[in-house]
């Protein structure tokens, strides 16, 4: 059985603190990490070995980020109830705001597979009941045509979610009640089926939830949970835990081989080195020439 020691290649070091609570890390082939600090309405940008900059102000609580194929930011856009675009000139555009003639509730979390379609939870739990039009949690996918379909309901703390490297297997957070990672086959068009428990997390008393998720090239699972960074086999046999000095939100791998995972985690982000390589986000754009 795979040990924590051969993926963790060195110890955890706290890249950048003073935040009021981070989430949706991120990163650019350019060279530097995206995050985002939620309540202050931030995405930070950080070159390693710098300094956050302010990247992006007044994000409607963005929280999950992600590319799309042709290498635009998309964001969860909490508050603005939306899913919205950063064009290649800065400007922000609406990707998707409704459902069938309803706003959305507020989306989470994305991801981008390689056939241009796009995945975002859209939890309700964090909206005033009075607000609510969907009248469940919700999985969607926006097809490359437009076409929004709804593909899971009824999960009431629906959260991050991430595709296996074949994208034959699509994970799915549920944060509470209970604690647990769902897994479904993913078919050749990219609907779903065969719903199952890959690990439940529900027994651990430590404090923390699973939250945000990243797979590496070889299937392993890594999600921050009770007590810090998890990491999984492609089985969902918990291999460990990364202890993280603070509760810890969300992971991306990055750097320029993809083999450093950027934990974000209250009110600090973090950097633990690895001996694996992240699998690359479909639409990450390419590094621009020297």
């Not at 309803?102 to 939870?121: A, H, M, Q, V, W």
Request: hydrophobic share 35%; glycine share 10%; net charge negative.
């Amino acid at each position: 059985m795979t040990q924590l020691s051969d993926i963790v290649a060195g110890e955890v070091e706290r890249l950048a603190t003073g935040f009021a609570f981070t989430e949706g890390p991120l990163w650019h082939p350019d060279g530097f990490w995206l995050f985002v600090d939620t309540h202050p309405n931030l995405v930070h940008k950080l070159v390693p070995g710098g300094e956050p900059e302010i990247y992006r102000e007044e994000t409607n609580r963005t929280n999950g980020l992600t590319f799309d194929m042709q290498g635009r930011l998309l964001m969860c856009e909490g508050f603005g109830r939306r899913v919205s675009r950063r064009e290649h000139d800065g400007t922000i555009a609406t990707l998707v705001d409704s459902f069938e003639g309803k706003r959305l509730n507020r989306p989470n979390d994305i991801i981008c597979r390689s056939d241009g379609s796009i995945y975002f939870t859209d939890p309700q739990g964090l909206i005033d009941e009075s607000l609510r039009e969907l009248g469940a949690s919700m999985l969607f996918r926006l097809r490359p045509d437009g076409t929004l379909e709804s593909l899971l309901r009824h999960i009431p703390s629906i959260n991050g979610l991430a595709f296996s490297p074949d994208e034959r297997t699509l994970y799915v957070i549920s944060t509470r009640e209970p604690k647990l990672i769902e897994a479904f086959d993913a078919d050749a068009a990219g609907d779903l089926s065969n719903r199952r428990t890959f690990i439940d997390m529900s027994a651990d008393p430590a404090d923390g939830n699973p939250d945000g998720m990243k797979v590496d090239v070889d299937g392993h699972v890594y999600c921050s949970g009770p007590a810090g960074l998890w990491v999984m086999e492609p089985d969902g046999t918990h291999i460990g835990t990364v202890p993280i000095p603070e509760l810890a939100t969300n992971c991306a791998f990055g750097g320029a081989d993809y083999s450093t995972m950027l934990v974000t985690a209250r009110t600090s982000v973090y950097a633990v080195p690895l001996k694996t390589r992240g699998f690359v986000p479909p639409g990450a754009p390419r590094a621009k020439a020297p």
